[in-house]
Structures are given as C-alpha cells and as structure tokens.
T-cell receptor
C-alpha cells in the first residue's frame, strides 16, 4: 500500500498487560512520529525517529512507554504494565524530510484504538 | 496555557456560509504551520500548509500573522462535506520532529 499502515486497528488489554503497536511508514520516509490522541483532543506528540535514530522522546509519558525503529523502517511502540489512562488512539505518521524542516507534511496512519480494561 | 490554542466550537453553519477559524501559538520560534482535517474516528489529513504570504486553495484560505502569533483558516461557500474537526499544527525546528497540535475546531455544515 501507498500509505502509513498501523496494526492492530483495535486492541483490548487488561490492566497490567504489555502491548505492542506496529507502524509501517510510507516507503522511503525518513521521519516517523508517534502520537497519542485522547477523545476530544488533538494528537499529543510522543516520540520522533529520523531513520533508526530516536531523536526526541520527550513526549513519552512514563518509562512504561518504549519505541523503536531498528532498521529505519517499521516502528513498534510498546507499553508495559498498561494502565487505564493509557486508553487512547495511538497514531503513527511519517514524513519524507527530517522532522521540523521545510513544509513537508506528515502522513498519518489510521491509528490503533487501545482500550485498557 | 496550551502551546497551540483553538476555539473548540462547535461551529454550526448553513451550506454556502463563510466560516473562519483562528489558532494562536505561544512559541515565537515556530517555523512551519499547517491545517489538518480530521473526520470522526479517522486519521488527520493535511488540508493545507500555511505560508507567510498567505495561501489559497479553492474555497480555503490560510493566513499567518507572525507578529501576533496566530493562524487563520477561512472556508468560503461551505459544503456539507466540510463538516469535520480542523486541527492547527505548529512545528518549531528547535525541537526537531515535534509537531504541536491544537485540540481542533469542530465544524458542522447543515443543509
């Protein structure tokens, strides 16, 4: 496909379980972003990769959140010991240029809707 | 105070109306600006970039006022299909990669 692909679309987990969310960016895009979106709010920045390097993880809410992009393509966002407040839509986006430069927009995936019971 | 603020609305307008949204940002070092559109339970999609000189794309006009640190979006001759949430996005190059989103303004266009 030509767009950003995220899986799973929906994830239900019990509090305390670990979850892993996958993002497959647009081929060749150097920048990859993860966002968390709560109901009625805009996406909140979590972390940013330029190729395989995680250049900014200032938005990760706690050390339970971990993201990686080992080969500079697919990325995984892992949440350990999930809590109810982790329930949200997790959006992945990619961009063709290094983040924050120029006017290149971010292309978003459909998101993973995470519900913690 | 949030870094990027928008009037949440909702804006309820009849078809054919002209509607304007404003967005203010607090970081004077911000470099690039966008409007995204998000339909209910869908991902955000780029509507248009915002340039210093202002730009127009069909019925949509975006303007940037750096001195007052606000961005505007004007929609003319609104259509039913314009109903969505409009997100203001600000990038500050000093935080490479980090985009800051407003919480969005909800527009409903009614027949």
């Amino acid at each position: 496909g030509a767009g950003v692909s995220q899986s799973p679309r929906y994830k239900v987990a019990k509090r305390g379980q670990d979850v892993a969310l996958r993002c497959d960016p647009i081929s060749g895009h150097v920048s990859l972003f993860w966002y968390q979106q709560a109901l009625g709010q805009g996406p909140e920045f979590l972390t940013y990769f330029q190729n395989e390097a995680q250049l900014d993880k200032s938005g990760l809410p706690s050390d339970r959140f971990f993201a990686e992009r080992p080969e500079g393509s697919v990325s995984t966002l892992k949440i350990q010991r999930t809590q109810q407040e982790d329930s949200a839509v997790y959006l992945c986006a990619s961009s063709s240029t290094p983040g924050g430069t120029g006017y290149q927009p971010q292309h978003f995936g459909d998101g993973t809707r995470l519900s913690i019971l | 105070r949030k870094e990027v603020e928008q009037d949440p609305g909702p804006f309820n307008v009849p078809e054919g109306a002209t509607v304007a949204f404003n967005c203010t940002y607090s970081n004077s070092a911000s470099q690039s600006f966008f409007w995204y559109r998000q339909d209910c339970r869908k991902e955000p999609k780029l509507l248009m970039s915002v340039y210093s000189s202002g730009n127009e794309d069909g019925r949509f006009t975006a303007q940037l006022n750096r001195a007052s640190q606000y961005i505007s979006l004007l929609i003319r001759d609104s259509k039913l299909s314009d109903s969505a949430t409009y997100l203001c996005v600000v990038n500050a190059n000093t935080n490479a990669g980090k985009s800051t989103f407003g919480d969005g303004t909800t527009l409903t266009v009614k027949p």
